[in-house]
């Protein structure tokens, strides 16, 4: 037989305790009632309780239940306590949220009411129990469930995530846009040791320079037209968790001496402020730019660069992870799918081939858009080519004088491709003359992708003769 559940009361008020001790005990919790706070405290330390309910004002110390839930969130921070008071009022509620009180209950209430705090509050805690359980054992068996994909380009981009997940070093996440940098950086927070702490991503080329400084440092009331009130930023909201600046190359250069100063010192103060504030918060950055180019031409800060890259991980395109194509097209038709309702959707032969085959330029998430286009227009239970986008369902595979058609005793396919990769850079530098940037943009490739595949493919001597 399991062992009640346990609750402790807190409450000057002998009537009170008592009336508790019979409502609770009927409903099978163990029920130990004390006086005061400092009572409770001894008690707390000594053995766990699964909720407690504690009045706001003991004797007439008015203030005695919120220094007990600030006790409680430093010494028994796993906890939940439900506030009681016969003087309430919306800032006494707020003020007993921010201190960590799970609810808030004004006397007199109904038994049926405390009886419904107290059982939904344990709930919550198991809740709260079995999803850190979850998380510790994800963290201990490595586990990215949130990346689909087998090939070996993205199975060594779940291996460096594993490996560097529990490191406290900024990572830089490099790729294409659509390739799900924003994914890789969420698997590096929940196998981390901060996975309970929050994740906050922001798209730093997204918000106008004026307001991107006050969304991550906040604002004083009255330093800037329309700042009516005081506002906590990002940073002090992601503060012992991770935040996530996507799009990191688009951030103005004079924003980028204040992130500097925050990585150095972890000291943020607000726009109008004078206070700084003490944050602990990991940066993981990305951007679909080559930022060492971008401070070789002085758009970028080599300072941030250094401190920002200190762990770089790359994001393969889908075109270097095309094996992983039938897996994506499947988990997107079967996400969209249950969404409407309509789970046993099928893929004809010929749209996979085709979707196989077409070179996805917005990457993963051009593949999700097409798919769930698909299954929203399908009338059937199987897509075919007539739900796919024109673009799409026109493309016509294969670069001119490639072959086209499986030869009777067969082909080796990746000795194809790279045959053909390795013409069409060849072509593209020496149209370029050597230019690995102008190359690079001929090739519709980062920088950085480019001279990933003059190492693959050994064009050493091309890639060190080359002009940046």
């Not at 003490?278 to 730019?289: E, G, K, L, W, Y």
């Not at 800060?301 to 770089?312: C, G, K, M």
């Not at 001119?400 to 000795?415: H, K, M, R, Y």
């Not at 491709?417 to 060849?426: A, V």
Request: hydrophobic residues 40%; negative net charge; aromatic residues 6%.
């Amino acid at each position: 037989m399991r062992n009640p559940k346990r609750v402790l009361v807190v409450d000057d008020e002998q009537g009170m305790r008592e009336l508790l001790e019979i409502v609770l005990g009927g409903d099978g919790y163990e029920v130990v009632c004390l006086a005061t706070p400092e009572d409770a405290q001894p008690a707390l330390q000594r053995q766990s309780f699964d909720v407690v309910v504690t009045d706001l004002r003991i004797g007439s110390d008015a203030e005695a239940g919120m220094r007990f839930l600030s006790w409680l969130q430093e010494f028994a921070p796993g906890t939940p306590a439900i506030m009681m008071t016969a003087h309430g009022s919306v800032e006494t509620a707020i003020e007993a949220m921010k201190r960590g009180a799970a609810d808030y209950v004004l006397k007199p209430f109904q038994n049926d009411e405390i009886r419904l705090l107290v059982s939904r509050a344990i709930d919550q805690r198991e809740l709260v129990r079995e999803n850190r359980a979850l998380r510790k054992e994800q963290a201990k068996l490595g586990n990215v469930t949130n990346m689909v994909g087998a090939s070996p380009s993205i199975e060594q981009v779940k291996e460096m995530i594993r490996r560097v997940a529990v490191l406290p070093s900024t990572i830089a996440i490099y790729g294409e846009s659509g390739t799900g940098k924003e994914l890789v950086a969420r698997s590096l927070h929940q196998l981390s040791e901060r996975a309970e702490k929050p994740f906050i991503a922001i798209n730093c080329g997204g918000i106008p320079e004026n307001l991107l400084e006050s969304e991550l440092f906040g604002h004083k009331r009255g330093t800037f037209t329309g700042a009516f009130e005081d506002k906590d930023g990002l940073f002090f909201a992601a503060d012992g968790g991770t935040l996530f600046l996507d799009e990191i190359g688009e951030m103005p250069l004079s924003l980028q001496v204040k992130l500097l100063r925050v990585l150095d010192n972890n000291i943020i103060t607000p726009l109008g402020g004078t206070e700084s504030i003490q944050v602990d918060v990991r940066i993981v950055s990305a951007t679909n730019h080559d930022l060492e180019e971008m401070v070789q031409e002085g758009e970028f800060r080599e300072d941030l660069y250094y401190r920002l890259n200190v762990i770089p991980l790359v994001v393969p395109s889908l075109r270097e992870r095309a094996d992983d194509i039938p897996l994506l097209v499947r988990h997107f038709v079967e996400l969209h799918g249950g969404k409407l309702g309509r789970g046993n959707l099928e893929v004809t032969a010929e749209v996979k081939n085709l979707l196989c085959a077409y070179p996805w330029p917005g990457n993963v998430r051009e593949l999700g858009n097409v798919i769930e286009r698909a299954v929203a227009l399908c009338m059937s239970d199987t897509i075919d080519l007539s739900e796919l986008p024109q673009n799409v369902r026109e493309y016509v595979p294969g670069p001119s004088g490639a072959v086209t058609e499986l030869p009777q005793q067969g082909v080796d396919l990746e000795g194809l491709i790279e045959e053909i990769e390795i013409k069409l850079i060849q072509e593209a530098l020496s149209r370029t003359k050597h230019s690995q940037k102008k190359a690079a943009q001929l090739l519709g490739l980062t920088a950085r992708s480019l001279r990933y595949r003059l190492q693959k493919y050994g064009l050493g001597s091309a890639a060190e003769t080359v002009e940046v």
